[in-house]
């Protein structure tokens, strides 16, 4: 089954979870909590589909996934969006969205998450979005503009589409918080992500190889071998595995550089992490492909008249839903 997966738990039963509000006027309605251990905001909004009277198809803005701050979103739907079939070899269906009067645009396959019941089932009636599409759509509704979801399901038939009503959505974002942290006290901070222990004898994935396959310069799309010094590149990391069933849950990437000036040579410890799920304003991606994981990190690297970077070095530790985790190093080249 093709990741990210995405927890479909019942909006009422999470940790923290309190009483849910509807604005008045609308059909919009919000839940403020948060988790009473971690302090994540597990807060939601809920828009109802305008045409469908058993109130089974819903668009649902989360603000946490699993333990982690994250902002995603599901659609729930009273008809079946795949077939048993489609399930269980992880294809998705197609999906178009429109935000009001903008023009309508095809989701990608990267955009789109398989859904999971609180057993770890596939949820068939339901299709998550996440990356940068929920923010984009989270802007637009704010902004006063309907959202149209047609989706077309992978075994064929009519293309089922969906209208959800923008009406309230601003004031419930705001009593979220905007998907932020909620705070326990003054002064508090953001929580660290919780350590699992492992369950007795669990072990990670077995890693065969990994390796840089391209950079994509930022800005011009351009594809390299490496880094180029000054310029903002979208790297890919590719981790090829032996699945034993225990699923990816968070990353964390680590830097050092080498370099030459006219003295001497030696290595830099970078102060910067960047994290999958994305934090703090980092770009990581994560897609699998068969037995691969494939991390894309946004990497840059100073040019400097007085130092010549050659090497970007990554320490990637993966953790796993077992509670394991593996660490890989792996050099990027950089070109002056």
Known sequence: MRIPLLLCLSLLLLPGAGAVERIPGTTTSYSVSRDPITDVNTGF???PEINDTTGQTRFILRCANYDRQELWAWMSSKFELSSQDDADTGIKPAVTIRLGDDPPTVLSDSDLSVVLNGDETVDRSAIGFNGAVVRRIVNGLNAGKRLVVRVNRPSGGQALTYTFPAAGVSTA???VNGCAPQRSGAGSATP???TVTPAPGA????FIRWYFTTCRDASSGVTRTGLTAGRAHLCDLVIDTVPNGARPVRAEFRYELEYRDAARSGKLTLDATDVWPPAGGTNTALRQSGSQLIFTLP???RARADRVYTSLNVTATVYFSN???KRVYEPLPVRP
């Not at 072990?203 to 077995?206: D, E, N, V």
């Open 45 to 47: 909004v809920v828009l």
């Open 173 to 175: 974002w705001a009593k």
């Open 192 to 194: 660290n992500p919780v």
């Open 203 to 206: 072990q990670a994935p077995k």
């Open 299 to 301: 990497l840059n690297v």
């Open 323 to 325: 509670g394991t985790s």
